[in-house]
Nanobody, 123 residues
């Protein structure tokens, strides 16, 4: 299963973006999906995850209250709504399918990583 992240771009601080994570085929809805990001010179870090049915979500502390995650079970697409963006949110954002129904913060529990999408927040 190939995942493709899209929706990135250049935005001013305080602005919003919505990222999408689509599958190359009808994605199994039995797996959680997670979003991660990697800034230049830094390790990939967890951003958010959503369980197989959308009932459980989890966020990295710095994005709580600003980001939300949702999924369309009909299409398998997962969205990351990012509001009140800050320059420190600048990174390449990746989505990935978890091996489990409920996602974790650990990248090694995910497979089927998609190509990332660049998010740049200017001050």
């Amino acid at each position: 299963v190939q995942l493709q992240a899209s929706g990135g771009g250049l935005v001013q601080a305080g602005g919003s973006l919505r990222l999408s994570c689509a599958s190359s085929k009808r994605t199994s809805t039995n797996n959680a999906v997670g979003w991660f990001r990697q800034a230049p010179g830094k390790e990939r870090e967890f951003v958010a995850t959503i369980s197989w049915n959308g009932g459980i979500t989890s966020f990295e502390d710095s994005v709580k209250g600003r980001f939300s995650i949702s999924r369309d079970r009909a299409t398998g697409t997962v969205y990351l709504q990012m509001n009140s963006l800050k320059p420190e949110d600048t990174a390449v954002y990746y989505c990935a399918k978890s091996r489990s129904a409920v996602g974790s913060t650990r990248p090694d529990t995910y497979n089927s990583w998609g190509q990332g999408t660049q998010v740049t927040v200017s001050s």
